[in-house]
């Protein structure tokens, strides 16, 4: 079965610089969810997006926006990059009034 | 608000030990989901099971089993006979409606060590 693509993986950026981390939900799955999961942390809520309207928004720094598209993938772009950005940044997809999320494999970002 | 705590940060067991990991929730709802999903070092999330607020019959898969207590508000999971590759960081969490949709609340998770 088809599962929640993220892209890239793995991404490096020094401070100051910009990172756009994208996310390809599962077929017919019309809403999007951005988590953050620091070292040693617990994933926490970023944003979220419904028929490519955001539909709620957690902890996400004004540097950060995200947007979904026609085609429901979804991108987060993250600005003026800090070292506290580095974590692990997942993308869950599910179905419209779906109690259930499905992760995807998650991006590694790391600031130097 | 709602709230996910797993009150053990790290157990350590010897291989073949049973052992639970414990998590206890906050809800105002009474339609919520609750999950566990195991993050092996790899770091991607792997569900284990989804169990929703109607339902409290307990469930076993293979050596995994899990016990739902509404009137405790707990959902405490038991690995039984234990081996290396359970070791990971395990996390509870909970799914409930919101006016923006249904995002998940994890709790801090219980990182198990399971040694030889």
């Known amino acids: 079965a088809a599962g929640v693509i993220q892209s890239p993986r793995h991404l490096i950026k020094e401070k100051r610089e910009t990172a756009t981390l994208k996310c390809y939900p599962i077929?017919?799955?019309?809403?999007v969810y951005w988590y953050q999961q620091g070292p040693g942390q617990d994933p926490q809520f970023l944003i979220s997006?419904?028929?490519?309207?955001?539909?709620d928004k957690g902890s996400i720094p004004d540097r950060f926006s995200a947007q979904q598209f026609s085609d429901y993938h979804s991108e987060l772009n993250m600005s003026s990059l800090e070292l506290g950005d580095s974590a692990l940044y997942f993308c869950?997809?599910?179905?419209?009034?779906?109690?259930?999320?499905?992760f995807g494999p998650g991006t590694r970002l790391t600031v130097l | 608000a709602q709230k996910v705590t797993q009150a053990q940060t790290e157990i350590s067991v010897v291989e073949k030990e049973d052992v639970t990991l414990d998590c206890v929730y906050e809800?105002?709802?009474?339609?919520?989901?609750l999950f566990w999903y195991k993050q092996p070092p790899s770091g991607e999330l792997v569900f284990l099971i989804r169990?929703?607020?109607?339902?409290?019959q307990n469930e076993i898969s293979g050596r995994y089993s899990w016990n739902f207590q509404k009137s405790t508000s707990s959902f405490n999971f038991t690995i039984t006979a234990s081996q290396v590759v359970d070791s990971a960081v395990y996390f509870c969490?909970?799914?409930?409606?919101?006016?923006?949709?249904?995002?998940?609340?994890f709790g801090a998770g219980t990182r198990l060590f399971v040694k030889a």
């Open positions: 997006f419904y028929e490519k309207m955001q539909s």
């Open positions: 169990r929703n607020s109607f339902d409290e």
């Open positions: 077929p017919r799955h019309d809403t």
């Open positions: 869950a997809s599910s179905p419209s009034g779906s109690y259930e999320q499905f």
């Open positions: 809800t105002r709802d009474t339609t919520y989901y």
């Open positions: 969490a909970l799914s409930e409606g919101g006016t923006g949709g249904f995002k998940t609340i």
